[in-house]
């Protein structure tokens, strides 16, 4: 079976409970979503299930890409589902791509944070891959660490 799903695993030295604020309010999310030097300039989180997950960045060449989707599932400090295979109220999205699946469990000294994003078939998986995937949401992950460090 062709790999469809795609995996991020770090440790946060910060506990679950801010962890979960980061990607949950989104004056926060904004400040470490997008890999620098592209800026999230917009984010509205209606965190739960089919609540509105969007987020707006700015690219270094002046264009915006957004990401409109809606949440799944929503355990506070444990685990965060959201895609945009749906959008708000569920309703079936014109292009899906792929769904993040993040789970945060307390550690010693901090947070097992493991994001699995997830493809429908083996092309979008690749592609995601080939867009950047490890490097830049790995340099979001490091921006998340960096900011939950400060709170």
Not at 45 to 58: N, T
Not at 61 to 72: N, V
Request: net charge negative; aromatic share 10%; hydrophobic share 45%.
């Amino acid at each position: 079976m062709p790999e469809l799903t795609l995996t991020l695993h770090r440790h946060i030295a910060a506990p679950p409970a801010i962890v979960w604020r980061l990607w949950t309010e989104p004056h926060l999310l904004m400040q470490w979503f997008a890999p620098r030097p592209t800026k999230t300039v917009e984010a509205v989180l209606d965190v739960q299930p089919g609540g509105r997950f969007y987020a707006s960045m700015l690219l270094p060449d002046g264009s915006e890409h957004a990401s409109e989707g809606c949440f799944l599932v929503t355990e506070p400090g444990r685990r965060l589902v959201f895609t945009d295979c749906l959008l708000a109220g569920f309703r079936p999205a014109p292009k899906p791509f792929f769904t993040a699946d993040i789970s945060f469990a307390a550690t010693p000294g901090g947070t097992d944070y493991l994001v699995r994003a997830l493809h429908a078939n083996e092309a979008t998986a690749r592609r995601h891959a080939e867009m950047g995937f490890e490097a830049g949401w790995g340099a979001a992950t490091d921006q998340l660490a960096a900011l939950a460090a400060t709170l």
